[in-house]
Nanobody, 119 residues
Framework: QVQLVESGGGLVQAGASLRLSCASSGDTTGLYDMGWLRQAPGKGREFVAS????????MYGESVEGRFTISRDGAKNMMYLQLNSLKPEDTAVYYC????????????WGQGTQVTVSS
């Protein structure tokens, strides 16, 4: 199993940047990938980005492509999400998630970190 803890959220103005961090502990050696998902008030959970743990292959949701960058540091068991050119519609709770197989849903989650973007 893997445990996940997010940090780095906050309140910023439109156009600003933030970096979110996800610290992982436990069994990270067998992870297939880790991802960031977000949930805005009154909306469903939305895929933001993912990165395969070994090869570092990235994927992005359409609404963040070109503005957000996902990365990981395997030696430190850390994953990051750089958020640039933030928009009010990026306001959400951002969750770090992990899975051990491509065939699985994300089944390990952090507690979430709030990102609020004011106009």
């Amino acid at each position: 199993q893997v445990q996940l803890v997010e940090s780095g959220g906050g309140l910023v103005q439109a156009g600003a940047s933030l970096r979110l961090s996800c610290a992982s502990s436990g069994d990270t050696t067998g992870l297939y990938d880790m991802g960031w998902l977000r949930q805005a008030p009154g909306k469903g959970r939305e895929f933001v980005a993912s990165i395969t743990w070994n090869a570092g292959i990235t994927m992005y949701g359409e609404s963040v492509e070109g503005r957000f960058t996902i990365s990981r540091d395997g030696a430190k068991n850390m994953m990051y999400l750089q958020l640039n050119s933030l928009k009010p519609e990026d306001t959400a709770v951002y969750y770090c998630a992990a899975r051990y197989s491509f065939d699985d849903e994300y089944n390990y989650w952090g507690q979430g970190t709030q990102v609020t973007v004011s106009s």
